[in-house]
T-cell receptor, first 116, second 114 residues
């Protein structure tokens, strides 16, 4: 079964450093997403991406965050200057465009980001 | 504010028993409602997706119901197995496009014991 692949599985970084989280969505999917889950809390939407541009973003997704699809397979989330409160599990997801509303959303296994 | 509330927060049941998890939502407009299973440290895995016109949908031992009038959903698990131990998350898609953000509940932590 097709999977969304995320790397690395765990990233430790110092406060103020830049990090790039990488994702390989399912090949025939057209919509890409980043969500995050702070330990013990619910999953929160960050951003959706379609046709090489951001479709929607939440208030969490401020100027410190950016997304990019540098080639035909990768989808990245960059945090420019990490803060302690950025520590969370970051999930990438992708979905295919469909006529009806049974959109298949496939999540990756996540990258656990720890900012120290 | 669009919200998804789940109950109970946690549940412990004996292997082989059935259980029902509840979800109430205030998301509007409503597109579809999903139930996900999330193992610790893993990404959510979809169990069911229902539109507002569907009342029930099954996936093996999982049966989800939806009452779009009262904005309530339930997930019933029959003949529970140890591997069912996980968080079960109710997720609602707001808006009329299938690609709008998902609104997650906090989940119900289910523990199945022998």
């Amino acid at each position: 079964e097709p999977e969304v692949t995320q790397t690395p599985s765990h990233q430790v970084t110092q406060m103020g450093q830049e990090v790039i989280l990488r994702c390989v969505p399912i090949s025939n999917h057209l919509y890409f997403y980043w969500y995050r889950q702070i330990l013990g809390q619910k999953v929160e939407f960050l951003v959706s991406f379609y046709n090489n541009e951001i479709s929607e973003k939440s208030e969490i997704f401020d100027d410190q965050f950016s997304v990019e699809r540098p080639d035909g397979s990768n989808f990245t989330l960059k945090i420019r200057s990490t803060k302690l409160e950025d520590s969370a599990m970051y999930f990438c997801a992708s979905s295919e465009m469909a006529v009806d509303v049974n959109y298949g959303y496939t999540f990756g296994s996540g990258t656990r980001l720890t900012v120290v | 504010k669009n919200q998804v509330e789940q109950s109970p927060q946690s549940l412990i049941i004996l292997e082989g028993k059935n259980c029902t998890l509840q979800c109430n939502y205030t998301v509007s407009p409503f597109s579809n409602l999903r139930w996900y299973k999330q193992d610790t440290g893993r990404g959510p895995v979809s169990l069911t997706i229902m539109t507002f016109s569907e009342n029930t949908k099954s996936n093996g031992r999982y049966t989800a119901t939806l009452d779009a009038d009262t904005k309530q959903s339930s997930l019933h698990i029959t003949a529970s197995q140890l591997s069912d131990s996980a968080s079960y998350i109710c997720v609602v898609s707001e808006g009329n496009s299938g690609n709008t953000p998902l609104v997650f509940g906090k989940g119900t932590r289910l523990s199945v014991i022998a």
